[in-house]
Structure formats: C-alpha cells, structure tokens
C-alpha cells in the first residue's frame, strides 16, 4: 500500500458532517469526559474518526486499506445522490425514487450502519471475541482456532480482528434487500429554528407520538427513516419531535455534533446509556436463524 494511504478511518462521513457545518465549516461538538456544557468546534476531517479503524494487518504487520477506499468509492457515488435529494426536500418537492436510487441508499444505509457497529466493537475485550467466534464457527474451525489462541494468542487476536473489519464490506444478502424494497421512505423535516444533530451511531430510535421511529440525519434540517407504507412520505416535525430525536441520539453516543452550540451544550446533559453491541449481535444472529 502506499504510504499516502490513509490512516485516519471515519465512520460518520465527512460527506455528511459538512451538511452540518457552520458557516466557517466547522461542527460544534462535545463528547463524554468533557465538562456537561462545554461545547468545543472543529472540521469534518477531525470529528468521528480513529487510527486504522478499518485497517487489516497480516501476519508480517503489513496494513491493508482496501476498506476504507471501498467506502471512500461508496461515499462518492452516495454524496450526489444526498445533494440532490437535499435540494428537492428543501424545495416542499417529494422526491420521485427510481429504483437504482433506492437501492443505492438501502446499501449505503447497511453498510452505515456496520461501520457503528464496527466503532463500537473496539471496545469488546478479547473474551468477547472468543463468543462471537464460538458463535459462527463449526465445531473443526473452533477447535482450529483454540489451538492457535493456545499457540500464539497475539495472533489469534489478529485474524479475529481482521474478520471483524473485513466483514464490514460483506454484501447485503438478498433478503435483506427485498424487505428494504418493501418498505417505504419517510422524510423527516425539522421545523424553523431547530436542528438535527450527529452521534456516534448515525441511526436513531426515537418515540413520537406514542409511535417509534428510526431515522438517519443527512443535514440540520432533514433526516430519512423507513416506514410500512410504499412509497416516499413527507413528514414534518414540531420542535418536540427534533428534541426527542435529538436525545435519543445523544443517549447511544460517545460524541455529538451539530450546528448550534447551543443546542449541543444542553444535549450534553443527556445520561450515556450505549448499545450492547455483543448482546445485540448475538441476539441478531439468533433471530435470523430461526
């Protein structure tokens, strides 16, 4: 790989976090550690990013890059897409969704959501690893694997490693697909005076109105989720709903951002109450196998 090969992997876009910029094109932002209210700026190029995130290493210590470029070229056929949906929204146009389209953001979507996924799994402890390698290997390849944990455990931690960054690039499998077809979108449009913000995990769960909601923020004023209804759907917000929205995000993060400092320093009082992502991948795996 070429040393210019980048080194800093982020797992928000920074397509998308410069819908959020100020108007000196930075993000006000806070993350936990630092003091409830203090509310520090910076560029897109700074925010939601780590060393080698996505990076595999081989047996020599030779680092691979391929992901990232891999979502560096999904990003880049996502980000015209994003504009130009942008523009129409804004416009009160409904935009009309060809089916190219649609699958193009069903796959961006998945694999969005991997990468939290993937940033949050850093933090599973080599333990945690050995039940998710328990969990999808056969019996051969488990006993295969103990006896190199039990020969090398430095190594064993590697390749676990490297599987778990290499699947963040696995195609969505067809069936997924098909029940993202299904469904349909909703566009979700903040009122004046209020705004979207960015976390850690870039989809949320929020309840409005005694219903729930997933939804993903592309811009201060828009977020899109999925809905039952076929079809494209227009729903606007009140300021409570943003609010809602907001804390919700916020809850699942390690580090939000968005346009108002304001608005950021008051988010920061929101408690830390982030997923279990071992839990909830393993209760995944068992709900798709039955």
């Known amino acids: 790989m070429s040393r210019n090969a980048p080194h800093r992997h982020h797992y928000v876009p920074q397509m998308v976090q410069r819908n959020f910029a100020n108007k ?30 996505y990076t595999l290493v081989d047996e020599n ?17 996502v980000a015209p897409f994003i504009q130009e949906f942008l523009t129409k929204v804004r416009a009160g146009v409904t935009p009309i969704m060809h089916r190219t389209h649609l699958d193009l953001w069903h796959t961006y979507v998945y694999h969005a959501q991997k990468r939290t996924v993937a940033w949050h799994q850093r933090f599973l402890t080599p333990e945690d690893l050995l039940i998710v390698v328990k969990e999808i290997a056969t019996e051969q390849q488990w006993h295969e694997h103990l006896q190199r944990w039990e020969k090398d455990p430095k190594d064993a931690l590697r390749e676990m490693n490297n599987a778990r960054i290499a699947s963040q690039i696995t195609p969505m499998p067809d069936e997924m697909l098909e029940e993202f077809r299904s469904m349909g979108l909703a566009i979700y449009v903040a ?50 709903d943003v609010r809602r929205m907001n804390e919700a995000m916020t809850k699942q993060s390690y580090l939000i951002a968005g346009r108002s400092e304001a608005q950021i320093a008051s988010l920061s009082r929101t408690p830390y109450s982030p997923p279990d992502i071992l839990e909830g991948w393993l209760g995944h795996r068992r709900l798709s196998a039955q």
């Open 24 to 53: 000196s094109g930075g993000l006000f932002f806070w993350r936990r550690g630092m003091p409830v209210g203090q509310v520090r700026v910076s560029k897109p190029s700074n925010l939601f990013v780590e060393d080698h995130l």
């Open 191 to 240: 009122p004046a005076k209020t705004s979207f913000i960015l976390g850690d995990d870039m989809r949320g769960d929020a309840l409005l109105s005694a219903r729930w909601v997933q939804f993903m923020p592309i811009a201060p004023d828009i977020a899109v989720g999925y809905c039952d209804a076929p079809g494209v759907h227009m729903e606007p917000l009140t300021a409570m």
């Open 61 to 77: 210590g030779v680092r691979d890059h391929s992901i990232e470029f891999w979502f560096g070229r999904l990003e880049r056929l």
